[in-house]
């Protein structure tokens, strides 16, 4: 009984010991989890997310600048212009890091432009508008129109009080130009006091866009851009560069 006993408590140890030693627990890494958030339009979760993470790395410049395209959407305006302002001081010169905040600010009316931006729309911030564009000679006397609406289903995004932008062409005499105004309860918008020119419309200046459409207005004119569902950038995107 006494030898039985002795070889089982034997096997049993011997068994321990070839056992594999188990794995250590892995650290939570909130910086991947954020970007997992983000990569797949989790906006609140990768906000969320993205600010624990800052808080461990202060001076992380992708976690920065995805936390301001992230408040972008989420349309928490602060936010987004304290991080893209930090990205701005941060990202190396002439980086897409810097340009996209630096488009950004200017286009919210934040920095300063060779051409003066101004906010304003049909709705409450048209008076603003109008007031910035009487001061400033170099601005036009057309204007660039039209709708925002969703027909294949659900919209993917509040249509009213949508911001939306305009962006003179790169290699245009307008390329500085950037004005941002919101769209009024029926979806629609107006950016008025124009120079003549081509110019991008567009719904992000940082981050997934959902329309990158090109249009053109001469002097004095009218142009009428709508917004849909059957030209989103997924159907026809005039600008295909700027989503790389």
């Not at 800052?54 to 001076?59: A, F, L």
């Not at 990202?91 to 003066?116: M, Q």
Request: charged share 25%; hydrophobic share 40%; net charge neutral.
């Amino acid at each position: 009984m006494r030898h039985a006993l002795a070889a089982v408590l034997l096997g049993l140890l011997l068994a321990a010991c070839g056992s594999p030693a188990p794995a250590p627990k892995q650290e939570y890494d909130v910086a991947a989890e954020a970007m997992k958030a983000f990569d797949r339009g989790d906006w609140s979760s990768a906000t969320r997310l993205l600010r624990e993470a800052i808080v461990k790395q202060p001076t992380d410049l992708r976690l920065h600048y995805s936390l301001a395209v992230a408040a972008t959407h989420l349309e928490l305006r602060e936010e987004a212009i304290r991080e893209f302002r930090w990205v701005l001081a941060n990202a190396p010169a002439g980086s897409p890091e810097a340009e996209a905040a630096r488009n950004w600010l200017i286009a919210a009316g934040v920095l300063g432009a060779t051409t003066t931006t101004a906010s304003g729309s049909e709705g409450g911030d048209s008076a603003e508008g109008t007031a910035a564009a009487s001061k400033d000679p170099d601005r036009g006397d057309s204007t660039v129109t039209g709708r925002v609406s969703w027909t294949d289903g659900e919209p993917p995004m509040k249509l009213t009080r949508l911001q939306l932008f305009l962006k003179g062409v790169r290699g245009t005499p307008n390329q500085e130009f950037h004005m941002v105004v919101r769209t009024d309860e029926d979806g629609r918008y107006t950016f008025r006091s124009v120079p003549a020119g081509t110019y991008k419309v567009t719904d992000r200046i940082a981050g997934e866009a959902h329309w990158r459409l090109r249009v053109s207005v001469a002097a004095g004119q009218q142009a009428t851009q709508d917004l849909t569902s059957q030209n989103t950038v997924r159907i026809r995107d005039d600008f295909p560069a700027d989503g790389k």
